[in-house]
């Protein structure tokens, strides 16, 4: 790295940290994690707790207002959302515009960016009801945007939302329902994607949060800011690892199962095979992800309950987390499972296919993206986010004259 800020007389100290490694760039008083101990909690509550005693809508309530709702606010906060799960019937013409065949995260991004224009009465950010209302509208229509994308890729009319339903209940009749035939909620299935969608609430500065921050410290409307955050969590090191996870897992049991498990495990330790143990390994956890114990949990629920427990899947995660565990390598590295590890193992029982998997993603984390979005612009002290770097390409040289 040349050192060019003296060339150009630039004073002051920057520090050069890439990745983002050791360097906070806000407060937060939303999620707590310590990535040694492998704890995490939201406004201080553990995980664990929240995933066995509360519901999504509580850890809604709770990460945007700060505490749990007693049973009224409870009430009040469910009926908010409830009514306002409907999305604009234009919002169906913008959809149909994409191929059917898109993956659904490109939709789901143009889509929610599509909100401002249909819901741009809410976008004063500076008025915290504006702030509020954009909240609840992200939450409530994210539901019915994925299953109208998933409906879309069907070929199938869409289906409303039924409002007499849970949140989860809803979103699981609005993707498997067709007008010939409802769909009656399964009450372990509804419960563990609750489950799942209250693990992925939130998880503090992460790339796609960071990306919401970023993109709203320039005052931009929320759903600008939040299709911000849709974008990057795609990527498969982020949001796109639990398809990735499946489509390893698949293409393992396709390749010879729990045989050829000894010999997947050396291609991922060779750094020169490109191949990584999807839904391993952590930026922030150095110890095994609480969101991942919780998950292998619900996954053997799920599988007994649908009749699963011989899912080859399911077994075949569990032998290469055993191997993963006692093996030099990851414990050296201080690779454990993740949240990803297991979830698309559920979702894949519960009859959601591994494309939409990444989309259901980003309808849990929108609580966390929103609250962290109103967090920031409610310090009078925010400013724009606007990193410095260190310039590494030519000093000045003239244009030649004759071109
Ligand atoms: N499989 C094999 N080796 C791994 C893995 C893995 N999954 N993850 C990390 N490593 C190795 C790296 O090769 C590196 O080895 P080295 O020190 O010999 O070079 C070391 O462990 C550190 O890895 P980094 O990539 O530097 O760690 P970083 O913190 O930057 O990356 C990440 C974290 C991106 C999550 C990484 O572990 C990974 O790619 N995992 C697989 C993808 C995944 O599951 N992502 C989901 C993240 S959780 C979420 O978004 C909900």
């Known amino acids: 790295v040349i050192d060019i800020r003296k060339l150009y007389g630039q004073t002051g100290?920057?520090?050069?940290?890439?990745?983002?490694?050791?360097?906070?760039?806000?407060?937060s008083g939303i999620t707590y994690i310590d990535g040694d101990k492998g704890q995490l909690m939201y406004r201080g509550y553990p995980i664990d707790q929240l995933a066995q005693k509360c519901d999504f809508m509580d850890v809604c309530y709770l990460i945007l207002n700060g505490d749990l709702p007693n049973a009224d606010q409870k009430q009040e906060f469910d009926s908010l959302v409830t009514n306002h799960t409907m999305v604009q019937e234009q919002m169906q013409h913008f959809l149909r515009g994409f191929r059917p065949d898109a993956h659904p995260m490109a939709i789901l991004t143009?889509?929610?960016?599509?909100?401002?224009?249909f819901y741009h009465d809410s976008t004063d950010i500076t008025n915290p009801h504006h702030r509020h209302v954009s909240a609840i509208r992200l939450i409530a229509k994210l539901p019915t945007l994925v299953a109208m994308a998933y409906k879309y890729s069907l070929g199938q009319p869409f289906i409303y939302?039924?409002?007499?339903?849970?949140?989860t209940g809803n979103f699981l009749r609005m993707m498997f329902a067709t007008p010939c035939e409802d769909y009656k909620v399964n009450e372990v299935v509804e419960r563990a994607l609750d489950r799942i969608f209250i693990l992925h609430a939130d998880h503090e500065q992460n790339a796609s949060t960071s990306t919401v921050r970023l993109c709203g410290s320039s005052g931009t409307n929320p759903f600008a800011a939040i299709a911000a955050g849709v974008a990057c969590l795609w990527g498969p090191a982020h949001g796109g690892a639990n398809e990735a996870c499946l489509n390893m897992l698949e293409e393992l049991q396709?390749?010879?199962?729990?045989?050829k498990v000894g010999e997947f495990m050396e291609k991922?330790?060779?750094?020169?095979?490109?191949?990584?143990?999807?839904?391993?390994?952590?930026?922030?956890?150095?110890?095994y992800d609480p969101r991942a114990k919780l998950m292998q949990e619900t996954c053997k629920?799920?599988?007994?309950?649908?009749?699963?427990?011989?899912?080859?899947?399911?077994?075949?995660a569990m032998e290469l987390e055993r191997i993963a565990l006692e093996d030099p390598y990851f414990v050296e590295r201080k690779l454990y499972p993740n949240v990803d590890f297991y979830s698309g193992i559920v979702q894949r029982a519960i009859g959601i296919p591994t494309s939409l998997f990444t989309a259901i993603?980003?309808?849990?984390?929108?609580?966390?993206?929103?609250?962290q979005w109103n967090e920031m612009l409610s310090d009078p002290d925010y400013?724009?986010?606007?990193?410095?770097?260190?310039?590494?390409?030519p000093t000045q040289r003239d244009v030649p004259d004759q071109r």
């Open 383 to 393: 400013k724009i986010g606007r990193p410095r770097q260190l310039y590494v390409g």
């Open 110 to 117: 143009g889509l929610v960016g599509a909100l401002s224009a």
């Open 361 to 371: 993603f980003a309808l849990a984390r929108t609580v966390g993206w929103i609250a």
């Open 301 to 316: 629920e799920v599988l007994e309950a649908l009749g699963l427990e011989n899912d080859p899947l399911f077994k075949l």
């Open 268 to 287: 991922v330790k060779d750094k020169n095979s490109g191949v990584r143990l999807m839904g391993f390994g952590h930026r922030v956890y150095k110890n």
């Open 13 to 27: 100290m920057f520090t050069y940290d890439p990745g983002f490694m050791a360097t906070a760039a806000c407060e």
């Open 161 to 167: 939302p039924k409002n007499d339903l849970s949140y």
């Open 254 to 259: 396709a390749n010879g199962g729990i045989d």
